[in-house]
């Protein structure tokens, strides 16, 4: 049996957000992992008119990687500029900047010649594809049909319907096109997998609502558990000054920390007012937030920064390596996670795996993923979560859970291999 793993996005843009994490973790395990089990896999892009096999998805993006291979090709010339008047004036006029303008300008082509170089797919008869990634604006349907047609089956993985169920926490645009791209999904797949219980229901009503009686939106249905540890933690990293200086000494005095992008559904506004009624009330809880700007974000940015306490009790890092994540998990007083809509909540279980006490908004997926380990409240209120860190900050209570040495959650690795399973057993059940 062959499955085939679509990567498309990650393997362009590369990032470390929850769906690239997932993609590159499964795809650059799928193989080995597959092979142990039987099922023959490969990762696999579209390039604009047929998809191609790869061998991996790297951390960065095509474009940074070849950024990269440029720069050092650079350095390595640099020496001899000394020697060659003409690359002296070369270098003088702007040389680099001018390689990377023709470079940014002729990347399409460029792409294209090196992805002709790759082996193209050839679909059969019980071969499997599955649309891991969030491809959700590439015009590829027309040749997943024609693969449809020679007897392969497809599914895709879907990791939330936020941009349905909350629209007013997105771009209007990306409303749009994820719309269409459901529903084409859900037209021409055969199964959907879902990363929590959570989002088969929610996708369930969404199913339901739209085919009416069609049972072209009728698709079998499963789910798997994403891994738990920071795989680009290597152990060797270096961890800032500035971020080591936040975690001094007393440690009673270790901030309170949240990992998420700075996005509306993220609820930082809720956090922000939660910890402004703690400090009012003389509470000395720090609090650092960790994630990249995303849409939506300029209100709760310029709230941070003007901040009285910024710098002092409130902290705020956009970029974050994984190994400075991880040394947060280790040495946080908690880690607290407001969000309104989520498909899973990654942040969750990476904390626990650290074994750092969780606080999370009281939704569905949280619920799921961190079952009897985690402190909840209401997303909502920012009183509920106010008087949380008060006792925690001053009387050090926290409500009764389950000890953390208990937690157990799977790895990168045993996530691939629940994949791998519940693709198999998906495809083999139903029609093409």
């Known amino acids: 049996m062959r499955l085939f793993i679509d990567c498309t996005y990650t393997h362009s843009r590369g990032g470390n957000d929850g769906i690239q994490r997932t993609v590159r973790n499964i795809v650059n395990r799928a193989r080995a992992t597959g092979k142990a089990v039987g099922v023959a896999c490969q990762p696999v892009i579209w390039t604009g008119n ?3 096999e790869i061998d ?4 960065a993006g095509r474009w940074a990687r070849l950024r990269n291979l ?33 470079l940014r300008k002729h990347e399409g082509a460029l792409r294209k010649l090196l992805l002709c170089l790759r082996n193209p797919v050839h679909f059969s008869q019980d071969d499997i594809l599955l649309l891991l990634d969030s491809t959700w604006d590439v015009p590829f349907w027309h040749a997943i049909r024609a693969a449809k047609l020679r007897g392969t089956r497809v599914g895709f993985v879907l990791y939330d319907i936020i941009p349905l169920v909350a629209p007013e926490t997105c771009p209007q645009e990306h409303v749009a096109v994820f719309s269409r791209w459901l529903d084409e999904a859900s037209r021409t797949c055969s199964f959907c997998i879902t990363i929590s219980q959570a989002v088969a229901e929610d996708y369930k009503r969404f199913a339901a609502r739209k085919s009416a009686g069609d049972a072209s939106h009728a698709a079998a249905f499963g789910s798997f558990r994403l891994g738990a ?3 680009a933690a290597t152990g060797q990293g270096k961890v800032r000054a500035s971020l080591q200086a936040m975690f001094a000494p007393p440690a009673r005095q270790r901030p ?4 998420a992008k700075i996005e509306p559904r993220k609820n930082h506004a809720c956090l ?6 703690a400090w009012a009330a003389s509470a000395s809880a720090k609090l650092c937030i960790i994630g990249k700007p995303g849409w939506g974000s300029e209100a709760i940015l310029k ?12 902290f705020m890092f956009n970029d974050l390596s994984d190994q400075e994540l991880s040394y947060c998990y280790e040495n946080a007083k908690a880690m607290i996670f407001p969000s309104t809509h989520e498909g899973f909540g990654l942040p969750i279980i990476e904390a626990l795996h650290h074994g750092l006490p969780v606080f999370a908004s009281d939704i569905p997926a949280h619920r799921e993923v961190g079952g009897e380990y985690c402190v909840y409240f209401d997303p909502a209120s920012a009183d509920s979560l106010a008087r949380l860190i008060l006792d925690n900050v001053n009387k050090g209570a926290f409500p009764p859970v389950k000890p953390l040495e208990g937690f157990r959650w799977p790895d990168w690795e045993e ?9 198999r057993l998906l495809a083999e059940a139903g029609p093409c």
């Open 50 to 52: 047929k998809f191609v």
């Open 56 to 59: 991996q998805v790297a951390f």
């Open 70 to 102: 440029v720069e050092r090709f650079l350095r390595t010339l640099k020496p001899w500029i000394v020697v060659f008047k003409p690359l002296r004036i070369l270098y003088r006029s702007n040389f680099r900047k001018r390689v990377f303008r023709i």
């Open 229 to 231: 540890e920071l795989d």
């Open 256 to 259: 309170y920390i949240t990992v």
């Open 272 to 277: 922000l007012e939660a910890f402004d009624r």
């Open 303 to 314: 709230r941070i920064r003007n901040h009285p306490l910024n710098g002092t009790s409130l």
């Open 415 to 423: 996530s691939c291999r629940e994949l791998i399973a519940i693709t």
